[in-house]
């Protein structure tokens, strides 16, 4: 078994009840056996920022299926709820992201993991601590919780300038 972990978003209708839905499905999937869920919270949006505010949630998760399958699993469940990918971090009905699959490092045209981004994403990070705080990154060598404490550091270094 492979454990993974996933991070949710959602900012488009009813964002919280998208977030515990779409968690429903994932447990609830045959392939798929969930492990722990992170509080939700509610996130101010990066990238395009003139959108409603997310709600974000991670999940940890096991599962005997590769990486590309489970791609193809959590894309259904975001399809189930409308999703279509028209705006890069634009608003979305919900979009489900693998953040790390074991300590597996892949590089494919469809997926990237661990995910390219989540240590530069406060709204990945805080939930991913919550449920995994000792996971270590298999790039960066820092535990999930030290991610979030060096990115308040850099963007506080950031500010003084």
């Known amino acids: 078994m492979h454990t993974v972990f996933l991070g949710l978003g959602s900012n488009l209708g009813n964002p919280e009840q998208t977030c515990l839905e779409a968690i429903e499905l994932v447990q609830n999937h045959p392939d798929i056996q969930m ?63 693998i953040l790390f699959f074991d300590d597996l490092c892949l590089t494919t045209p469809e997926l990237t993991i661990p995910h390219p981004r989540l240590h530069q994403r406060r709204f990945v990070l805080v939930p991913l601590a919550e449920i995994a705080p000792q996971w ?17 550091r850099q963007t506080r270094q950031a500010r003084q300038f």
Request: aromatic residues 8%; glycine residues 8%; proline residues 6%.
């Open 35 to 97: 492990a722990g869920v992170s509080s939700l919270y509610r996130t101010e949006p990066m990238g395009v920022t003139d959108q409603g505010w997310f709600v974000n949630a991670a999940i940890g998760c096991t599962t005997a299926v590769s990486p590309e399958s489970l791609l193809q699993a959590i894309s259904q469940i975001e399809r189930s709820f409308g999703r279509v990918r028209v705006e890069r971090w634009g608003p979305r009905t919900l979009d489900i992201d």
């Open 136 to 152: 270590i990154h298999p790039l960066l060598g820092k535990t999930v919780q030290q991610l979030p404490r060096a990115l308040f």
